[in-house]
T-cell receptor, first 116, second 113 residues
């Protein structure tokens, strides 16, 4: 299995521009999570999906952030308009069906976003 | 919601010594406590996990202990090696949140030869 695949690996954009981050979870995993990592705040949960349905988006910082999961193999995190304080590493993670002992999170390699 | 506190934020030990990282959590409903290791520029990777019906779990040089009454859990690394140098994160979650984990702020461990 190729693991969780994220693209792009690096994104540099100017303030005000729209940014779209992409994620392909591990096949068969029912849960998909978006995290943001910064030095100051650590790993913050933004939103997670179960069977393509958003379950908890309370971590999404502002209305500028939105996430979708149109099918079981693809999710996007969009920031519009982007701001310098959005600069961070964004991780996508997936896990098998919740409730199972062996269902840790599997992280992608992350997208390093820089907003100038 | 769940709040996970992790200490210390940095830890430096000599090769061969032991390292201990401690975490506390706030939500008594949490029942899953994994530890992740993140090397510089890489993704977090699971190294060990424990559930609330178990008090201790060991895997070679790594062990985790859990005190559910006090709501704290710890990571113990024995006979540390330079390749153990990384940032370690504790986390807490539960089945009812699909294991949406809340992470501690991380501990930067440096093992010096």
């Amino acid at each position: 299995d190729a693991g969780v695949i994220q693209s792009p690996r690096h994104e540099v954009t100017e303030m005000g521009q729209e940014v779209t981050l992409r994620c392909k979870p591990i096949s068969g995993h029912d849960y998909l999570f978006w995290y943001r990592q910064t030095m100051m705040r650590g790993l913050e949960l933004l939103i997670y999906f179960n069977n393509n349905v958003p379950i908890d988006d309370s971590g999404m910082p502002e209305d500028r952030f939105s996430a979708k999961m149109p099918n079981a193999s693809f999710s996007t995190l969009k920031i519009q308009p982007s701001e310098p304080r959005d600069s961070a590493v964004y991780f996508c993670a997936s896990s098998p069906t919740g409730g199972s002992y062996n269902s840790p999170l599997h992280f992608g390699n992350g997208t390093r976003l820089t907003v100038t | 919601g769940e709040n996970v506190e992790q200490h210390p934020s940095t830890l430096s030990v000599q090769e061969g010594d032991s390292a201990v990282i401690k975490c506390t959590y706030s939500d008594s409903a949490s029942n899953y406590f994994p530890w992740y290791k993140q090397e510089l520029g890489k993704r977090p990777q699971l190294i060990i996990d424990i559930r609330s019906n178990v008090g201790e779990k060991k895997d070679q040089r790594i062990a985790v202990t859990l005190n559910k009454t006090a709501k704290h859990f710890s990571l113990h690394i024995t006979e540390t090696q330079p390749e153990d140098s990384a940032v370690y994160f504790c986390a807490a979650g539960g089945w009812d949140s699909g294991y949406a984990l809340n992470f501690g702020k991380g501990t930067s461990l440096l093992v010096t030869p």
